[in-house]
T-cell receptor, first 115, second 114 residues
């Protein structure tokens, strides 16, 4: 599986944009980039995913570089409730048609949003 | 839709005892995953079911661990002869075939082995 590298921690002021980087230099052409977050004492929560193009949903935006070797998750207006560990995951294609492939979590980035 | 539910939320047991965790996935999801998480680490994949078939198992899943999903609905994870190293949060997740990478996680079952 392609390995991802994330900074262990980041701070962000409430109301400002939080930009969380992820390096995945060994990513293959058919591997997706997924982002999850885990708020303390809860299970991980899906945020967004993408292949090549930038993606946006109600939670965040995902910017993937043209060479696909890195990406950035953007929380446009961070709030205290966004304090969590954010995981960047490269998802390989399934082994067999019609099946799924597992997500391999690293240690993520601990984002602390402050007043 | 009540999401993924896990039971019990907390379990304290003595070394050598057997424990069983239950996971009820979102009803229309045919895929179910078990992960384990220890303090300061990300979740580690244990096993995955598609309907009732167990399609993949991690080498982390020693012979003391067994998971079942007999009717393709709820799943159980049993740990026999527990060891202190088994202390962790056990997370269950489910996903739809329409969005296989979008896992919905439960809040986990925390196991403490004394």
């Amino acid at each position: 599986d392609a390995k991802t590298t994330q900074p262990p921690s980041m701070d962000c002021a409430e109301g400002r944009a939080a930009n969380l980087p992820c390096n995945h230099s060994t990513i293959s052409g058919n591997e997706y980039v997924y982002w999850y977050r885990q708020i303390h004492s809860q299970g991980p929560q899906y945020i967004i995913h993408g292949l090549k193009n930038n993606e946006t949903n109600e939670m965040a935006s995902l910017i993937i570089t043209e060479d696909r070797k890195s990406s950035t998750l953007i929380l446009p207006h961070a709030t205290l409730r966004d304090t969590a560990v954010y995981y960047c995951i490269v998802r390989p294609p399934p082994l067999n048609t019609g099946t799924a492939s597992k997500l391999t979590f690293g240690t993520g980035t601990r984002l602390q949003v402050t007043l | 839709d009540t999401g993924v539910s896990q039971d019990p939320r907390h379990k304290i047991t003595k070394r050598g005892q057997n424990v069983t965790f239950r996971c009820d996935p979102i009803s229309e999801h045919n895929r179910l995953y078990w992960y384990r998480q220890t303090l300061g680490q990300g979740p580690e994949f244990l096993t995955y079911f598609q309907n009732e078939a167990q399609l993949e198992k991690s080498r982390l899943l020693s012979d003391r661990f067994s998971a079942e999903r007999p009717k393709g609905s709820f799943s159980t994870l049993e740990i026999q002869r527990t060891e202190q190293g088994d202390s962790a949060m056990y997370l269950c997740a489910s996903s739809s075939p329409l969005a296989p990478g979008e896992l919905f996680f439960g809040e986990g079952s925390r196991l403490t082995v004394l």
